[in-house]
């Protein structure tokens, strides 16, 4: 892996995965010191925290385009109207959407120490009545 490809990934660590220098320095075979000037270098703190603002404000966002969707579904399912393939396209990549945001949120919510608020993205409950109601999985 070039240079270029190892600061990329060690910036996913870093600002997905909450990974620090050293834990990205021992994961991606580099020296800390490597990390850390990729660090300064790529502004990642200035990066990561715009990367947070934007995950805190997407799944309330995302909340509500899922509720205006799952409106018109049920709508469509009391008129007997059968969903098109795009319809079911859409909803399964945004369930998919959101339970990854809903995995990150949780593997960023163990790994720090401090207390912080719950999630505002969607309820798990919800996430599991889109699949089980309109996608018709049963995922468990």
Do not use: C
């Not at 995965?17 to 990205?24: T, W």
């Amino acid at each position: 892996m070039n240079k270029m490809n190892l600061a990329k990934k060690a910036y996913e660590l870093y600002s997905i995965e909450n990974l620090n220098a050293d834990e990205i320095a021992a994961k991606l075979d580099v020296s800390r010191r490597t990390v850390f000037n990729w660090m300064k270098k790529y502004n990642w703190q200035k990066k990561k925290i715009n990367l947070v603002e934007i995950q805190n404000t997407f799944p309330a966002e995302l909340q509500e385009f899922v509720m205006k969707i799952m409106q018109k579904v049920s709508s469509d399912m009391d008129n007997k109207r059968k969903l098109s393939k795009e319809e079911l396209y859409s909803i399964a990549n945004i369930t998919d959407i959101l339970f990854k945001l809903e995995k990150q949120n949780t593997k960023s919510h163990q790994k720090s120490d401090k207390k912080t608020e719950p999630s505002k993205g969607l309820p798990h409950e919800l996430i599991r009545q889109i699949e089980r109601d309109i996608l018709g999985l049963d995922i468990d």
